[in-house]
């Protein structure tokens, strides 16, 4: 039995059934970090957060993240078949970070 492979296209899209995550971890400590965190759907929530921890205990050091989810969708003509191809994305190539990167708190 052989198959047939065809070359497509496939883009990168947002999963609109999963939001995206935030999250910030304190990483201020002597001789560990305090490794207090938080995670939510609310960027503005990580800041205010990361203010108050501050504010509370003098740390001002914290890793933040985003994760976002996406799925790979092969082109319009190649659902169905069996595909390979190259990952082309569908929306910004701007950095899902770009809109918390340079907040200020």
């Known amino acids: 039995m052989s198959r047939a492979f065809r ?12 939001r995206t995550e935030y999250s910030a971890e304190c990483v201020t400590g002597e001789n560990n970090d305090c490794g207090e ?8 929530w990580v800041k205010e957060w990361m203010r108050r921890h ?22 319009d ?11 082309v994305p569908s929306f910004d190539d701007q950095d899902p970070r770009a809109d918390v990167e340079n907040d200020t708190v």
């Open 54 to 75: 501050t504010q509370a205990t003098g740390h001002n050091r914290y890793c933040r993240t985003v994760d976002e989810y996406v799925v790979l969708e092969p082109s």
């Open 7 to 18: 070359y497509t296209t496939w883009t990168v899209e947002q999963d609109p059934t999963a």
């Open 77 to 87: 003509e190649a659902k169905g078949r069996q595909t390979i191809g190259e990952a």
């Open 37 to 44: 965190m938080i995670r939510t759907g609310d960027p503005a």
